[in-house]
């Protein structure tokens, strides 16, 4: 029987982690061959990913560049991915979830004729706005696929409102296989060696375009506000590598004993850091998503979230980055047992870690059905 040819593009730190489990089950599976093409829209942050999972890409477009702009990531990776898709011919390209490169492959698929699976189908906030340009990336993403690998039926009902009812399977998220991947009982890391056992730990991250600025200011001042009247907090922050972020970062919480700020962690160290927080800050989707399978509160540094699920189970709170709200509630998550212990014993709702065989039984359903 001719395999099915399954093209998989992305080329972020995230795209990455949550590809990973999808690719290591294509290159395992006969009936597939696995194509893959990293954008390169992460160059570093990209590969520490793909040292994680042995994924070597076929192809690399090594789009990224210092301050690279929206329309740059887009017509960069539209004009170096054509050639590629018009050689392999594949018979379905795999995109996933919201960046700007997904959407910019999403689209030459589409001018090549090239069917779409779409991993991470149906998140919304509905504001077009927030996050900027995750919104609308995954919108038109959506418009433009075939398949459509939804992580829980609150996504499935979101594709139903935009009127895509074909080709939805709901699979839970790829991030929950992911962890079956890193999550390591007897684990070590010098950062953790430097601070105190009996201490609290926060894992915090930030990076999202519409926190840049004044937002990011004043959570990282208030958040250094409430930890300093501690002696027994410790913040791990492992500062993405955007120079608009890493100088935020250094200027406000750079010279404090209590802020560890550390570069990108590999996912296995940044999950297994986070099995050992406390509690994690954060404004990052993924994160939304393996802190309750870990059994970890967050205060999400965002005014809207798509993960939905997560603040209704209870381990979410969407706090935003108001400096007097954000004083307030990391505050009461540190000083309130009761608040504390209510968001931690929530259940995950991200699904089981076998998202990527369904995803896998869902495409040979499709190409059979041809
Ligand atoms: C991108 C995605 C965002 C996703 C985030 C995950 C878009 C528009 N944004 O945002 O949806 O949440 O990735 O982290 O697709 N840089 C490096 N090395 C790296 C990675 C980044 O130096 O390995 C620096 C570069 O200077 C680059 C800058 O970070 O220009 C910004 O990267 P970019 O991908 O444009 O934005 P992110 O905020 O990372
Ligand atoms: N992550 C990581 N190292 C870090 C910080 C985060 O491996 O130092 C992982 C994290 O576990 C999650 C993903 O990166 O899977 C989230 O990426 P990011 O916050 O950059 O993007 P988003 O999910 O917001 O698109």
């Known amino acids: 029987m001719k395999k099915i040819k399954v093209m998989s593009v992305f080329g972020t730190r995230p795209e990455g982690i949550k590809m990973g489990p999808v690719v290591k089950a294509l290159e395992k599976d006969d009936r597939f061959t696995s194509v893959v093409v990293s954008t390169g829209q992460h160059a570093e942050m990209l590969q520490q990913v793909l040292d994680v999972f042995s994924i070597v890409p076929n192809y690399d477009l090594k789009i990224m560049k210092p301050k690279q702009t929206l329309t740059g990531i887009t017509i960069e990776t539209m004009s170096r991915l ?68 939804a992580p829980t039926t609150t996504s499935a009902a979101n594709l139903q409102k935009g009127n895509h009812h074909r080709g939805v399977t709901v699979t839970g998220n790829t991030a929950i296989d992911a962890l079956r991947y890193t999550i390591n009982q007897d684990y070590h890391h010098q950062v953790l060696a430097e601070i105190d056992q009996h201490h609290r730990i926060i894992l915090l991250t930030m990076h999202r375009r519409e926190n840049w600025g004044r937002p990011m200011e004043e959570t990282f001042k208030a958040i250094r506000k409430v930890v300093d009247q501690y002696d027994d907090i410790d913040v791990i922050y492992p500062v993405h590598l955007n120079p608009k972020v890493q100088t935020v970062a250094n200027k406000i919480l750079g010279n404090d004993e209590h802020f560890h700020l550390i570069a990108p962690l590999d996912v296995v160290d940044f999950h297994n850091i986070m099995s050992k927080a406390m509690l994690v800050m954060s404004d990052s989707g993924g994160v939304q998503e393996e802190a309750p399978a870990l059994h970890k509160p967050v205060l999400v540094l965002r005014d809207t979230t798509e993960r939905p699920e997560g603040v209704a189970a209870g381990t979410l709170k969407l706090i935003g980055t108001n400096y007097a709200q954000v004083i307030a509630e990391l505050t009461a998550l540190l000083t ?14 991200y699904g089981d870690g076998h998202a990527s065989e369904r995803i896998l039984e869902a495409i040979a359903a499709w190409a059979e059905s041809k």
């Open 336 to 349: 309130d047992k009761a608040e504390y212990e209510q968001m931690s014993a929530a259940n995950n709702p």
């Open 82 to 149: 054509e050639p590629i898709i018009q050689r392999e011919q594949p018979d379905l390209m795999l995109v996933h979830g919201d960046t700007s490169s997904a959407y910019a492959a999403a689209l030459t698929a589409f001018y090549n004729r090239i069917a779409i699976g779409h991993v991470e189908a149906g998140l919304r906030t509905w504001d077009k706005y927030s996050p900027y340009p995750e919104e609308m990336n995954r919108q038109m993403i959506d418009d433009l696929a075939d398949l459509y690998f």
